[in-house]
């Protein structure tokens, strides 16, 4: 009797196992996507006031926090030329869903 319920007992354990390997082997096949999906690029020239559509795709629903980066072409030579670059510079951000409509979120360096 002992035995018969070790084994079921060795089954269970093979079998979550088994399920186990197989839910971080689908983790880890989303988080690989994410990494190499870009959100957004967009091509921006800061020096005429413009607006910038785009869509963005965010593939890995795990992932709680986005950021907008700014990168230029070609880079700063210092961090004080960039500092002296977008001094003064304001922006205000559109994110909608599709759905519900947008939401504005501004920011203003200064």
Partial sequence: MARLIVKWVAIAFLLLAAWLYNESRC????????????????????????????????????????FLRLEAAPPFASEEDLREAVDGLSAVLVVNDGVSGPRERGHQRQ
Wanted: aromatic share 8%; hydrophobic share 30%.
């Fill in 27 to 66: 983790d880890k096949d989303r988080v690989d996507a994410a990494t190499r999906e870009v959100p957004i690029c967009l091509p921006v020239d800061l020096s005429v006031p413009e607006t910038y559509r785009g869509t963005y795709r965010k593939s890995f629903a795990r992932n709680h926090s986005d």
